[in-house]
Nanobody, 126 residues
Framework: VQLVESGGGLVQAGDSLSLSCAASGRTFSWHAMGWFRQGPGKEREFVAAISWSIGSTTTYADSVKGRFTISRDNAKNTVYLQMKSLKPEDTAVYYC???????????????????WGQGTQVTVSS
């Protein structure tokens, strides 16, 4: 399985940014997908997750609820994270992840994900 994130960059507070994660190697639509982030000097934390294809239930960390939106395009084997009203505290390396098991709802725990991308840096200046 290969997960490749893109779309990171340097933006100002209040700006928007969209991340993409292209997956290959497994039947993408059968797996829940998630986004995590690791800020400087911090532990990696959950950001958002989406269930496998049918229903596409989503869940978000409280810190990003109402500002970030996770979505998926199964035809493109891609999961997205749209971020708006960015804050300096959103600065982090953002990772996408694919669940190890098929089907099921959105997952919030790291140990429920078996495959990880290399990460993409998002920096929000004040």
């Amino acid at each position: 399985v290969q997960l490749v994130e893109s779309g990171g960059g340097l933006v100002q507070a209040g700006d928007s940014l969209s991340l993409s994660c292209a997956a290959s190697g497994r039947t993408f639509s059968w797996h829940a997908m998630g986004w995590f982030r690791q800020g400087p000097g911090k532990e990696r934390e959950f950001v958002a997750a989406i269930s496998w294809s049918i229903g596409s239930t989503t869940t978000y960390a409280d810190s990003v609820k109402g500002r970030f939106t996770i979505s998926r395009d199964n035809a493109k084997n891609t999961v997205y994270l749209q971020m708006k009203s960015l804050k300096p505290e959103d600065t982090a390396v953002y990772y996408c992840a694919m669940s190890g098991s098929s089907l099921g709802g959105p997952r919030t725990a790291e140990n429920e994900y078996a495959y990880w991308g290399q990460g993409t840096q998002v920096t929000v200046s004040s």
